[in-house]
């Protein structure tokens, strides 16, 4: 199973920008999918955005639509969410995610991982 650790995170005020990023250990991250997903106080966890082994196929859910980028650097085992254009409603806990679930389905919002991180907090004040 492939360890991960997000960072990036922190306070920022609505308009601004963030990059996170997700270092990965083990010799499966360049092999599998990674995800990026977000809770935030009260609410379920919710699907950001996924890219797949080798960065060709991206997909986002609606809400971060032409402002997050999802990218990542299998040389570096590192995954990278690029979050322009930050809102409130964007604070939330962001965790990254790899190796897809079998049965799971790519291209959906209801796409699983096997490995979580433990999360870094992104906050965007008004």
């Known amino acids: 199973q492939v360890q991960l650790v997000e960072s990036g995170g922190g306070l920022v005020q609505a308009g601004g920008s963030l990059r996170l990023s997700c270092a990965a250990s083990?010799?499966?991250?360049?092999?599998?999918?990674m995800g990026w997903f977000r809770q935030a106080p009260g609410k379920e966890r919710e699907f950001v955005a996924a890219i797949s082994s080798s960065g060709a196929n991206k997909y986002y859910a609606d809400s971060v639509k032409g402002r997050f980028a999802i990218s990542r650097d299998n040389a570096k085992s590192t995954g990278y969410l690029q979050m322009n254009g930050l809102k409130p409603e964007d604070t939330a806990v962001y965790y990254c995610?790899?190796?897809?679930?079998?049965?799971?389905?790519?291209?959906?919002?209801?796409?699983?991982?096997?490995?979580w991180g433990q999360g870094t907090q992104v906050t965007v004040s008004s």
């Open positions: 083990g010799r499966t991250f360049s092999s599998n999918a």
């Open positions: 995610a790899s190796e897809r679930k079998s049965g799971s389905t790519w291209g959906t919002l209801n796409i699983d991982f096997n490995s």
